[in-house]
């Protein structure tokens, strides 16, 4: 939890990850409040705001009395939510600067492959 962003966006991005990977599966059940607070050792109000930020954009629902629960159709939502900030972060000026250089899409496919095949 220090990466110059405020913690609330950092426990939300922890649990959005859980989610895009599967460790926290559709109509799945998130840690509480309380849990992720003593886990990450911060306030459970600040737990709660990050919980809360995910149930404003509907990946997270509450079930009154239980918890919350891992909306249906939220990974999705998160990897195209995901990629749209990809592109924007990287691919937007990796072809802006491949412009510049004058190379063509062919060819970056080409340096794209050989580092593929060098990983």
């Known amino acids: 939890m ?3 962003r405020p913690i609330f ?3 939300a991005e922890l649990i ?4 895009i990977d599967g460790t926290l599966p559709e109509e799945g059940q998130v840690p509480s409040t309380n849990e ?6 911060i306030n459970p109000a600040t737990a709660g705001k ?6 404003d954009d509907g990946i997270l629902y509450k079930k009154r009395g239980i918890g919350m629960f891992v909306a249906t159709g939220a990974r ?5 939510r995901r ?3 990809f592109a924007q972060q990287y691919l937007h000026p990796l072809l802006t600067e491949a412009h ?3 190379i063509d899409a062919d060819d970056l496919k080409r340096m794209i492959d050989s580092w593929e095949e060098g990983r």
């Open 2 to 4: 220090e990466d110059g």
């Open 9 to 11: 966006l950092q426990i």
């Open 16 to 19: 959005e990850n859980s989610i």
């Open 36 to 41: 992720l607070a003593a886990f990450h050792r």
């Open 50 to 55: 990050g919980v809360n930020q995910l149930v």
């Open 76 to 80: 999705a939502t998160l990897r195209s």
């Open 83 to 85: 990629r749209e900030e």
């Open 100 to 102: 510049k250089l004058g």
